[in-house]
T-cell receptor, first 110, second 113 residues
Framework: EDKVVQSPLSLVVHEGDTVTLNCSYE??????LLWYKQEKKAPTFLFML????IEKKSGRLSSILDKKELFSILNITATQTGDSAIYLCAVEAGNTPLVFGKGTRLSVIA | ETGVTQTPRHLVMGMTNKKSLKCEQH?????MYWYKQSAKKPLELMFV???????ENNSVPSRFSPECPNSSHLFLHLHTLQPEDSALYLCASSQVVGGRPQHFGDGTRLSIL
C-alpha cells in the first residue's frame, strides 16, 4: 500500500526562524511529489518535484527531493506569521490519484 | 479564486436529513475528485470522475452518493449520515485523472448533529 509520512505533525516557531518540514514515502512507480499549503481554505500548490537533487525555489520557500532515500524536505527561511498553515505532501504513483500525508501544522508566532 | 467553487461553505444537518454538496470547476478540466479531510488524518480520496465516468470509489459508504452530470459539475448527495462523517469535504479537479497539480475548492465544512 502506498504511504506518505510527514514529520513533524506540528511545529511552533518564532518569526525569523528557519524551518524544515519532512516528507518520506513508500510507493510503487513513483512519478512526482507535490507540496501544498493549506490555510483556512483550499490547499494551494507550492512545488512539484520529479528529479533528485534539483532544488525548487520560490521566495523564502525551497524544496528538494531525494529519490534514493525516498524523501523530500520543504524549507522556509525567515518565517513570517503568514506562513502559518498546514503543509501537505502528496505523491503521485502509477496511474492512481495523489496519496497525501497527514500534513505538518506550522504556527509562526510574533 | 482557484477556479473550483464549492457550495455551501458550511452545512449543519441531522442524521436523518438529505442534503447535497455542489462543486463546479471553470478550468476546462476533465477529472474531478471528492476528498474528505478529518482532523489529524490525511486527505482521504472518496471518488474520482474522469470525463463524467466514475473511475474510483474508495470504499465509501453508500450514504454518500456522487453524481457527475458533466465534466464541470460534481455533486455529493448525503443521506442518513453519522457523527463521524463531520469533516471538511474538498472538491478538486485536474486536466486528466492523476494529472498534477490538482486545483482544490475551498471545501464544505459539514457538521452532523
Amino acid at each position: 500500500e502506498d504511504k506518505v509520512v510527514q514529520s513533524p505533525l506540528s511545529l511552533v516557531v518564532h518569526e525569523g526562524d528557519t524551518v524544515t518540514l519532512n516528507c518520506s514515502y513508500e510507493v510503487t512507480n513513483f512519478r512526482s511529489l507535490l507540496w501544498y499549503k493549506q490555510e483556512k481554505k483550499a490547499p494551494t500548490f507550492l512545488f512539484m518535484l520529479t528529479s533528485s537533487g534539483i532544488e525548487k525555489k520560490s521566495g523564502r520557500l525551497s524544496s528538494i527531493l531525494d529519490k534514493k532515500e525516498l524523501f523530500s524536505i520543504l524549507n522556509i527561511t525567515a518565517t513570517q506569521t503568514g506562513d502559518s498553515a498546514i503543509y501537505l505532501c502528496a505523491v503521485e504513483a502509477g496511474n492512481t490519484p495523489l496519496v497525501f500525508g497527514k500534513g505538518t501544522r506550522l504556527s509562526v508566532i510574533a | 479564486e482557484t477556479g473550483v467553487t464549492q457550495t455551501p461553505r458550511h452545512l449543519v444537518m441531522g442524521m436523518t436529513n438529505k442534503k447535497s454538496l455542489k462543486c463546479e470547476q471553470h478550468l476546462g478540466h476533465n477529472a474531478m475528485y471528492w476528498y474528505k479531510q478529518s482532523a489529524k488524518k490525511p486527505l482521504e480520496l472518496m471518488f474520482v470522475y474522469n470525463f463524467k465516468e466514475q473511475t474510483e470509489n474508495n470504499s465509501v459508504p453508500s450514504r454518500f452518493s456522487p453524481e457527475c452530470p458533466n465534466s464541470s459539475h460534481l455533486f455529493l448527495h448525503l443521506h442518513t449520515l453519522q457523527p463521524e462523517d463531520s469533516a471538511l469535504y474538498l472538491c478538486a479537479s485536474s486536466q486528466v485523472v492523476g494529472g498534477r497539480p490538482q486545483h482544490f475548492g475551498d471545501g464544505t465544512r459539514l457538521s452532523i448533529l
